[in-house]
């Protein structure tokens, strides 16, 4: 039975259509990660999967729980840290988590030792007797993370959870939700691509409330909507035009949609990263040709989930 089912999920604020009738659902174990420029609906679909927000219309089942019919016994299948986690500045740190734990109905000699779990995998052993108004922003993320962990739940839905943090945070939180996902399901929502494609086994990706894409990690990295992604370097060979010419030939052959120039491997090349809407691999060999250029290199280049994500959402 999967973790989390979604299905028919509208949502509308007035004649605002926040989500428009999305279906998907995350098997036990998985990691998602799920994405969506802002004001695509997602924030909105998470928080009507963690029963924070009645749907319009849909229904929405965690661990077999109907979150509307028995929203007690879905929401203790679940860990949430929101964007703004729900923090408590005047507390100490270990306070918190001992009146999170006491508001999960952990025994006491139960939530200590959750909190001297959570403590040690989310780095804030040191912390524990800080109030948390004193701590960083990256402890403060810490600090969120461990009390979603703290009752030991089967999902963990985290949002933005790297936000405000260095770079070796992010990547020791990377490393944590890596961990996390090999004993628990996990839906990710971040802006940080490189993080979903380091850590998620798939990507759904939300615009305009509907789903635009929905696969394995690789999979959808691997797509270009219709199109092929190419690399192109030149060099110069009986003539040496300008980088400009040589980019302006490269787009007036038929078919390319975009070009962009790269970094080359050698800096007398011209090299581009071309969009094309169909196969153009042979004109441009020919225009290396017809041109007086020496064609260094010509493959297909995956695509990173960037550039999938800008191609999805804009416009």
Known sequence: MPAIVVEGLRKHYGSHV???????????GEVLGFLGPNGAGKSTAMKIITGFLAPTAGRVSVGGHDVLVDPIAARGLIGYLPESAPLYPDMR???????????????????HRAIERVAEQCGITARLGQRIGQLSKGYRQR?????????????LILDEPTTGLDPNQIVEIRNLVREIGR?????????????VQ??????????????VADGATDDVTARTRGGNLL???????KVAPSAEAVRAAVAAVP???????????????????????????????????????????????RSNLEEVFRRLTLG
């Open 18 to 28: 926040a989500l428009d009738g999305i279906d998907f659902s995350v098997d036990e």
């Open 93 to 111: 740190v270990g306070d918190y988590l001992d009146y999170v734990g006491r508001m999960r109905g952990l025994p006491r000699a139960s939530r």
């Open 143 to 155: 600090a969120g993370l461990a009390q979603a962990l703290l009752h030991g739940p089967r999902i």
């Open 183 to 195: 004993s628990r399901t996990v839906v990710l929502s971040t802006h940080i691509l490189s993080e």
């Open 198 to 211: 380091a850590t998620c086994d798939r990507v759904l990706i939300i615009h305009r409330g509907r789903i």
């Open 231 to 237: 690399r192109v370097a030149y060099a110069p060979g």
């Open 255 to 301: 078919g390319v949609e975009r070009v962009r120039p790269v970094e080359a491997g050698d800096p007398s090349w011209y090299a581009f990263e071309v969009l094309a809407a169909s196969e153009v691999r042979q004109a441009l060999f020919e225009l290396a040709v017809n041109q007086g250029l020496v064609i260094m290199e010509l493959a297909p280049e």
